[in-house]
């Protein structure tokens, strides 16, 4: 938790910077992350904990569809892989396509939903014998809080939504 708030505490000491782009954070479970959209493409870091499991991955987007509030978008992700759970420990990397979509609340809130066959491969740390690897379909959620001018938002009423 202490991670996540430091983390939303330097992105609003930079929302300077980001307020002529399209920088946002993502809260889902159990992740947080930074997104900058390009307006088709997108780049993203996530990093996600539970459990003694460790994920640090980047995400690429491309913005296929939108109109008004809805947004939909594929891209590929990969990422590595620690985990110190009860007797194993080791680490290893994930690889996966997804696809999804963005519903924007207002301006500044959104929720994205995507899924994804995740190749995941991992390793034991002390017996390098010791691998497994296969698909799992992961699915996620989470809000996005979005900061400067380049949110997207129902064009048409962009009164109601300030």
Same mark, same amino acid.
């Given at each position: 938790m202490k991670k996540i708030i430091c983390l939303i505490a330097v992105l609003l000491a930079f929302t300077s910077i980001s307020y002529?782009?399209?920088?946002?954070? @993502?809260?889902?479970?159990?992740?947080?992350?930074?997104?900058?959209?390009?307006?088709?493409?997108?780049?993203?870091?996530?990093?996600?904990?539970?459990? %003694?499991?460790?994920?640090?991955? @980047?995400?690429?987007?491309?913005?296929?569809?939108?109109? %008004?509030?809805?947004?939909?978008?594929? %891209?590929?992700? @990969?990422?590595?892989?620690?985990?110190?759970?009860?007797?194993?420990?080791?680490?290893?990397?994930?690889?996966?396509?997804?696809? @999804?979509g963005e519903y924007f609340i207002n301006k500044w809130l959104s929720l994205l939903i995507d899924f994804a066959p995740t190749y995941i491969s991992l390793k034991h740390a002390d017996d390098s014998s010791v691998k497994v690897g296969g698909v799992e379909l992961v699915a996620n959620i989470a809000l996005y809080f979005h900061f400067g001018n380049n949110m997207v938002a129902n064009k048409e009423d962009d009164s109601s939504n300030e």
């Open positions: 002529a782009g399209g920088l946002s954070i @993502g809260l889902g479970y159990p992740y947080a992350s930074i997104k900058y959209d390009f307006s088709t493409l997108a780049a993203e870091g996530r990093f996600v904990t539970d459990s %003694g499991v460790k994920v640090y991955s @980047g995400r690429g987007y491309w913005n296929f569809y939108q109109q %008004g509030r809805i947004k939909g978008f594929t %891209g590929l992700e @990969g990422g590595y892989i620690s985990f110190n759970t009860l007797d194993t420990k080791g680490t290893g990397y994930e690889a996966a396509p997804f696809i @999804g």
